[in-house]
């Protein structure tokens, strides 16, 4: 009975039911005298056979019986009728042999055989759906255990050709999967390259050649489909599939008789697909096809993180590779450029006690520009090294520390209410506020005085020390009592929804200019240095945050800084 379908079972059931039941309505025709005997022997065989035929019928469209397992109930049937009518036969041949007359003899007989297909439908019907509960439990544990074995070696696996490998072999050691193989692709391929397989042999998957163009005859199948689309695509019959038609003698060879071709899907696009064989048709069912994809995706997903983790490491050696570069610039600015200079500036020295020349004094300038640039060069090399110890420092604490160690005559720092507290390099983060506050003074203190900002009293009314008055989140902090109603910048630090900001009230930078304030050598003041702004968007850059220059809402400039949701990039990255 192995290999009948539903629809041929059904039918062979139905006719079986409905020749029985014809026979018993003759012997109702036949039996119309006995009343009681066309109820025992007509009647109720007649509803038998009738209720035979009926679920035959429903057998035959797929119902009552699990799908794939109509064969049994058919078997079933035949083993109740020969079972019952041959031991009323073997009865009757006793008896003739004895010499002895049976009346009805044909009727007793095929009654049995009515009981016995009626007997055997239901014990049938009984079986197959405990064979397809059987087998659905033993298949979806070799689903699961599949997926388990899968995903612990795409865990454990740190290659791409390791995980592709070990899912093939993981698959064919399945009971069910006789070949896998996995085959790759990238945006703008032509061809879907095989890159593992288990199952086959290699000169088999040499002779594999498939492509992703619809209009390609060898680009109609479902691997090219899986591809185009991203969802599987389940064959149950191979040689029912046309479109496989230019790979049926290969697959012949190979007793392939259903294929299932899983899309390698990730977030952003498919990487190929996973081509999994068996060597039995009807095999792909829902719930097989819902595990395959999910181990699609599952590959797909480490494919990718794979890639990134690629990725983050070749970043960091070329983050550790930089950080070597800026050691020995350091090391040469340091040692090969300041000692001459030293040496300049000391002969300098002792030439000026014998000549009082203007041009010495000219020397002298360049000498400490030279001076100013190295400290600034110093600076770079320091503290543009990319961040690896963060803390939560205090926005506060730290730009009042930079106030007292910057020159800021005639300024004054005031707070917008609380500017709190951001993960950073305590150290790295003083630079930037103390770049942030020479800026401010030597660019923004050409304007004339201004009476911006918080007035000279603290917080009680009386003078101002100073010092912020405890609890007062907007008081003014001045640096050796300057800063009085003579200031002629105020600096302000304050909060923003996604990190910090420090702003003046002076003279401002430009629109126009905006961009280009960070660049290294930009300055408007002729004696600048121009890396001041530079060292400020570096030590951003290496905390991962992002500065940008606006005009504040008093004419001066504003740097906004961003420390959160921003995507860390390598120092001195273009912007």
Not at 50 to 58: C, E, F, Q, R, S
Not at 94 to 118: C, F, H, K, Y
Not at 221 to 241: A, K, L, Y
Not at 386 to 407: G, H, I, K, M
């Amino acid at each position: 009975m192995e290999g009948l379908s539903a629809r041929a079972s059904g039918t062979i059931i139905a006719s079986a039911g409905l020749v029985l039941a014809a026979f018993h309505v003759q012997s109702t025709v036949n039996l119309q005298t006995y009343p009681t005997l066309v109820l025992l022997e007509a009647v109720v065989p007649l509803l038998l056979a009738l209720g035979v035929a009926g679920t035959g019928a429903l057998i035959r469209e797929g119902h009552v019986a699990p799908t794939g397992f109509d064969e049994r109930v058919l078997g079933w049937i035949a083993v109740g009728i020969v079972a019952l009518s041959g031991a009323v036969g073997w009865l009757f041949i006793d008896s003739i042999l004895r010499g002895e007359a049976i009346p009805g003899a044909q009727r007793i007989v095929l009654n049995a055989a009515t009981l016995g297909a009626a007997v055997g439908l239901v014990v049938g019907i009984y079986d197959a759906r405990g064979q397809c509960q059987r087998r659905r439990a033993e298949q979806l544990t070799r689903i699961n255990d599949t997926l388990r074995i899968a995903t612990q070696e795409m865990v454990n696996a740190t290659q791409r050709d390791e995980l592709e490998a070990v899912v093939c072999e993981r698959l064919t050691e399945s009971d069910i999967y006789d070949g896998a193989w996995i085959g790759r692709y990238a945006a703008g391929d032509k061809f879907v390259r095989p890159a593992a397989w288990a199952g086959h042999d290699d000169e088999y998957i040499a002779s594999l050649d498939i492509t992703v163009d619809p209009s390609d005859p060898i680009g109609r199948g479902p691997g090219g489909e899986s591809i185009r689309t991203g969802t599987i695509q389940p064959v149950q019959d191979v040689f029912d599939e046309p479109s496989l038609e230019p790979w049926w003698d290969m697959l012949a060879e190979k007793d392939v008789e259903s294929m299932a071709v899983v899309p390698l899907t990730g977030a952003e696009r498919v990487h190929g697909f996973l081509s999994v064989y068996a060597n039995r048709s009807n095999v792909f069912d829902t719930e097989e096809q819902e595990a395959l994809s999910e181990l699609g995706e599952s590959i797909g997903h480490a494919i990718e993180s794979m890639a990134a983790r690629d990725q983050l490491a070749q970043r960091e050696r070329e983050l550790a590779r930089q950080n070597r570069r800026l050691d020995e610039f350091a090391s040469v600015v340091s040692h090969d450029l300041r000692n001459p200079l030293t040496v300049a500036s000391g002969n300098l020295e002792l030439v000026q006690m014998d000549h009082d020349d203007d041009r010495l004094d000219r020397v002298g300038d360049a000498l400490a520009r030279m001076d100013e640039l190295i400290d600034d060069l110093l600076t770079l090399a320091r503290y543009g090294r990319t961040v690896d110890d963060v803390e939560v420092v205090d926005l506060r604490s730290v730009a009042e520390n930079a106030w007292t160690t910057t020159t800021t005559e005639h300024a004054r720092l005031r707070f917008d209410g609380d500017p709190g507290t951001v993960e950073a390099d305590e150290s790295r983060l003083a630079q930037v506020f103390e770049n942030l506050f020479r800026n401010s003074v030597e660019h923004g203190a050409s304007e004339a005085p201004t009476t911006n900002g918080p007035s000279d009293l603290d917080s009680t009314g009386g003078p101002s020390t100073g010092v912020p008055a405890a609890g007062d989140e907007s008081a003014d902090f001045r640096r050796g009592g300057h800063g009085g109603p003579d200031a002629s910048v105020t600096i302000t630090v304050g909060r923003t929804d996604d990190g910090f900001y420090v702003e003046d009230d002076g003279a401002g930078i430009p629109e126009a200019e905006h961009e280009k304030a960070f660049e290294t050598g930009y300055s408007t003041d002729p004696d600048g240095t121009g890396f001041g702004l530079n060292i400020v968007r570096t030590i951003a850059e290496a905390h991962g945050w992002r500065v940008d220059v606006t005009e504040a809402s008093s004419g001066g400039a504003r740097f906004e800084f961003t420390t959160a949701g921003v995507e860390r990039s390598a120092p001195g990255a273009e912007h």
